[in-house]
């Protein structure tokens, strides 16, 4: 499986299809196998949990609310490998008005890049990460 982001200084150490590597645990769903949290992670102060609320290829608002509450400046959202996930206009106005400045939509490799960056700046940050299309 080849290895589509990587950064040894984390929390997210490792990203390849439908699997992360997160301060040492893995998180993946390949071939129906599950460890961890899977491939649909929510990360906010470097830990882990499941995306659980995120179906089909479309987000809607109820798919993202669960970072409504957690004091954060910054959510990034990981499209998918090729990016296949879509944002609607409702979504993106709903982010906002729950008072998230800034929002970032990037293939899933690239999301993971930044929200390390992010993280290491010591900004208030969040990752919604689909891990596979």
Partial sequence: METLFK??????????????????????????KKQGKGK???????????WKEREGHTLEPRMVSRVFDKDINTLIIGLGVYGRINC????????????????ILLKTPEACKIYNEYYHQGKKVALLAHGTC
């Avoid at 950064?7 to 129906?32: A, C, L, M, Q, T």
């Avoid at 906010?44 to 949990?49: E, L, S, T, W």
Wanted: proline share 4%.
């Fill in 40 to 50: 649909d992670i929510y990360l906010v102060d470097g830990k882990a949990k499941i």
């Fill in 88 to 103: 609607t206009e409702e979504t993106k106005k709903e982010i906002r008005k729950n008072g998230i400045d800034e929002l």
């Fill in 7 to 32: 950064d040894p200084g984390g929390p997210i150490e490792e990203f390849s299809w439908g699997k992360y590597v997160i301060r040492g645990e893995v998180h993946e769903k390949n071939n129906g």
